[in-house]
């Protein structure tokens, strides 16, 4: 089949997109388009340029050394890190190439914070529709093109499936990353008091905890007599905090999205299976995309 593939942003697991690519390719089926929000541009314009094993094999062998080599603090600029040496890695696997060279059509999308808007990309170089669509705001810093603030494409449609609707395909696949285990529903509202609470419900909040951050290693701490908060799990760090809350904020951006334009096929990566920055863990993330797609196209006869 004619497969017009959508690949969600949510950092490090995004190497699932690897394992989803490959499973689909593994059972015949041509992909003729591709569109991708973030780390969803990065392996999405990789598989377009022709580059997805080049890409893998460089995923396969980095360690938390290298990332921590590639880290530039950058000082009172609007992001904690800067993306130079990043991009020089990407430019050695992805090569030179501008989208409208590609074999195939090709969306990244990042986010105008000026304008308030998404935007995509379809022509220009791919490195640098890439490097737009990447920058987590905070985190990375953004860029200026064209006199517009761009950052990552996820702080507006984390899994663009506008880009799939006039294209000539069977079928639109889509990868997202911001799953929940089955069993999990989304919640609604709930009410609750900001009296004091007589029982501690600590344990259940270090359970929660366990629940969506897997490096999460909380300890019961009591609290102070005159202090109406619980203690925070003293594990609880910054990449945490960032993970729980774009986890979050993306999920429920991209499931109001999906419910106006679903795809044929959606392959859910769940949240828990990394943290956005787990780049040194590319060999399980990928797999785990593989056999979550796997299941997804026997469910639908691919």
């Known amino acids: 089949m004619r497969i017009s593939l959508v690949l969600g942003s949510g950092g490090a697991r995004g190497y699932a997109h690897i394992g989803a690519i490959e499973e689909l390719l593994s059972r015949g089926h041509e992909i003729v388009a591709v569109a991708g929000s973030s780390i969803g541009a990065l392996v999405g314009g ?8 080049d890409l893998k094999q460089t995923a396969l062998k980095l360690t938390r050394a290298d990332l921590w080599m590639m880290a530039q603090p950058s000082l009172n600029t609007p992001g904690l890190l800067k993306l130079d040496r990043v991009m020089k890695r990407m430019e050695q696997v992805v090569g030179d190439v501008r989208i409208e060279e590609l074999p195939m059509p090709y969306t990244a999308v990042a986010t105008d914070l000026l304008a308030g808007r998404e935007i995509w990309f379809h022509s220009g170089p791919l490195l640098t529709a890439i490097r737009a669509s990447i920058a987590i705001p905070s985190v990375f810093q ?7 603030l761009l950052v990552d494409g996820g702080v507006v449609n984390p ?3 506008e880009t799939s609707l006039r294209l000539d395909a069977d079928l639109t696949v889509a990868v997202s990353l911001f799953g929940r285990e089955r069993g999990w529903e989304h919640g609604s509202a709930i ?4 009296d004091e609470s007589s029982s501690n419900p600590l344990n259940r909040l270090q359970e929660r905890l366990a629940d969506v951050l897997p490096t999460a290693r909380a300890r019961a701490v009591r609290s102070a007599p005159t202090d109406p908060f619980e203690p925070l ?3 609880l760090d910054l990449t945490d905090m960032l993970t729980m809350s774009l986890d979050v904020m993306h999920e429920r951006i991209q499931a109001s999205r999906v ?6 096929v959606h392959v859910e990566v769940p949240a828990r299976t990394s943290t956005l920055f787990d780049f040194d863990q590319a060999a399980r993330i990928i797999e ?3 056999q979550l797609a796997a299941e997804q196209f026997d469910e639908a006869g691919l």
């Open 159 to 161: 899994l663009p499936m």
């Open 288 to 290: 785990i995309g593989r």
């Open 46 to 53: 990789a598989y377009a340029a022709g580059r997805l094993d």
């Open 233 to 235: 799990p003293p594990d």
């Open 259 to 264: 419910a106006v334009n679903p795809p044929d």
């Open 191 to 194: 009410e609750i008091s900001s």
């Open 142 to 148: 953004p860029i200026m093109l064209h006199g517009r």
